[in-house]
C-alpha cells in the first residue's frame, strides 16, 4: 500500500485505474488484500467516486472480486483463471503476428531487435519492471502494424490477469530463454514468414499457459 501515490486531476477514473491495477500486478495490493474506496481514495490523494469506478472497472477484468455488504478484495491467483486469459491472449497475438508480418518494414524489425536487447539485460540483470517493458514493446510493433483494433483492445483488457504470473516468469533468471523465443520470431518477421512467426508467438504464450499448471 505504500507504493500508492497521489495522482493528477485530469481524467482521474483513469488514472485511479490505472494507479491501483499495476499495484494488484506488482504485488503491492496481493492477492486476497481487501480493497475499501475510503482508504484507496485517501493514499491516491481523490474522491471516492473515480476510485469506486476504477474499482468496478477491475471487478469486470478479474483482478478484483466484490461481494456487496460484505467485502471486496484483490482476487487470487487461480490457474484456470490464468490459463483462459493467456489462451484467449496469445490467440490474439497470433492473429496480430499473421497479420502484420507481410506488413513489417526494416524499422519494425530493428526496432524488435532492440527491445529484446533491452529484455534480455533487463532479465539477467533481475529488473522484472524493464523486461515487461520491453517484452510488451517487441509485441506492441505487431499489434500495432497488425492493425486490429479489436485484436489489441482484448490483449490491453486480458494481460494485467496474467501479468502477475508473468512477473514471476521475468523474475526467474533461467526465463532468458525467452529472448531466444523473441530472436526466433524477430527472424521469422525479417524472413517474411507468417506461418513461422505464428508457431514461435503460439510457443512463447504457451509457456504462460503451462506456467499456470505449476
Known sequence: MNALRPVGRTLLRDRAYEALRDAIVRGDLPPGEPVRDADLAERLGLSRAPVREALARLVDEGLVESKPQSYTRVTRLVAQDVRDAAAVVRAMHELAARTAVPRLGREHIEAMRLANE?????????????????????????????GNHAAAATIARYTPLIRRLERRLFGDAGSCGSAALHDRLIDACAAGDPDAAVRVTTEIWRALEELADD
Open 118 to 146: 533491452r529484455f534480455a539485460r533487463a532479465v539477467g540483470g533481475g529488473d522484472v519492471d524493464a523486461a515487461l517493458r520491453a517484452d510488451d514493446e517487441l509485441h506492441d510493433v505487431l499489434v500495432r502494424v497488425g
